[in-house]
């Protein structure tokens, strides 16, 4: 069973096959184009769509090529139904409809962000993790529990991603910033104080963001250095609270920050002190691609046949704590 996976939700426009083998998926290709906005400034919606139009077809059809099979070989088209930026959305949205109703193809929309999950599930073997997704949309600590992915702690304002390529692109950098933070920080080891805010078991970026830029005056390599470490220090730390609460015995680490090595190295020492086993989603998989969208409609498939074209919607806020997931 071959299914279609489309990813569409910001910055990249992915195609990706997916093979069902028994309870597991095999990828077989993953073609993605990335668009990327101008120095210093972030994603403009109408720009990246755009820029998903003009790639759609070739993407599609590398993708096709890579996996050796052609649009009849399909048993089912998966898409990004949201959460993203609705013009975005709407370019997969569009291409998934359109093949599936061309080619009498069952149609699933999917939530991108628990893709991130079943990914990182498919890609590391964790069975039952307490998440730390941590992406450009998302900052959350989830774990499963009664049919839905629960919330433990969540970011108050702007997520750790949108932390980092805010701050990188206040220096001038290209956005997503996150990789070339980690290098610079990788030069320092001189912290400077920085505000740590953690309320309840959520976190709040937004008044370390703007400390973070005027501190840069200091040193740019010292300023992403205290930045990484008092971020993913406050994240380790909630996500070390919900490990104890929810009494998981796994870590798993998904979205495009999760990536960061400093970031990983915390939270192995969260598992140590926990006795907890660590995972975290392979790095070439860290970020959005048309694999997540593909294993999850996998998934869908083994409890219902594909949704009705007038469900084929796309939601731009669409919480995965609202999803009922019955697979
Ligand atoms: P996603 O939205 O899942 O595609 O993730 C994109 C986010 O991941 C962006 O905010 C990037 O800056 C961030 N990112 C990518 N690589 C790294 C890294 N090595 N360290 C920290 N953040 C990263
Ligand atoms: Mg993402």
């Known amino acids: 069973m071959y299914c279609l996976g489309i990813e569409s939700t910001a910055h990249t426009f992915s195609c990706a096959v997916i093979e069902k083998k028994q309870k597991n998926g095999k990828i077989l290709s993953d073609v993605r184009k990335i668009y990327k906005p101008p120095e210093g400034e972030g994603i403009h919606p109408r720009e990246a769509s755009r820029h998903h ?32 930026l609705g ?86 950098f290209a956005s997503p910033c996150g990789r070339k933070i980690e290098e610079l920080a990788n030069k320092s080891t001189n912290y400077v104080d920085l505000p740590y805010v953690v309320k309840g078991n959520d976190v709040s970026f937004s008044g370390l963001l703007s400390a973070a830029k005027q501190s840069t005056s200091k040193g740019v390599q010292d300023a992403c250095y205290s930045l990484q470490e008092t971020a993913f220090a406050m994240i380790a ?68 046949p594909g949704a009705k074209m007038k469900d084929t919607f796309v939601k731009q806020s669409w919480r995965l704590d609202s999803v009922d997931v019955l697979y």
Not at 101 to 124: F, Q, W
Not at 254 to 281: P, T
């Open 53 to 84: 139009i003009e790639n759609s077809s070739s993407v599609l059809k590398q993708c096709l090529d890579e996996a050796k099979i052609k649009i009849n070989d399909l048993d089912m088209i998966a898409y990004a139904g949201g959460p993203g």
């Open 87 to 172: 013009p975005c959305l709407r370019v997969g949205a569009v291409v998934a409809r359109s093949l599936s109703s061309y080619y009498d193809i069952p149609i699933y929309p999917v939530n991108h962000a628990i893709g991130h999950i079943e990914l990182g599930k498919l890609l590391t073997g964790a069975k039952n993790p307490l998440v730390l997704l941590v992406s450009g949309g998302h900052t959350m600590i989830l774990a499963f529990s009664s049919g839905r992915w629960r919330v433990f702690g969540e970011t108050l304002d702007i997520t750790l991603g949108q932390l980092l390529d805010q701050f990188g692109r206040s220096l001038g």
């Open 237 to 304: 730390e909630a996500t070390e609270r919900a490990l104890a609460f929810t009494r998981k015995n796994e870590i798993m680490i998904v979205g495009g920050v999760a990536a960061n090595k400093r970031l990983s190295s915390m939270l192995e020492d969260v598992c140590k002190r926990q006795k907890a086993k660590f995972f975290v989603v392979p790095l070439n998989y860290a970020g959005d691609c048309g694999s997540q969208i593909a294993i999850t409609g996998i998934r869908e498939s083994s409890v219902y």
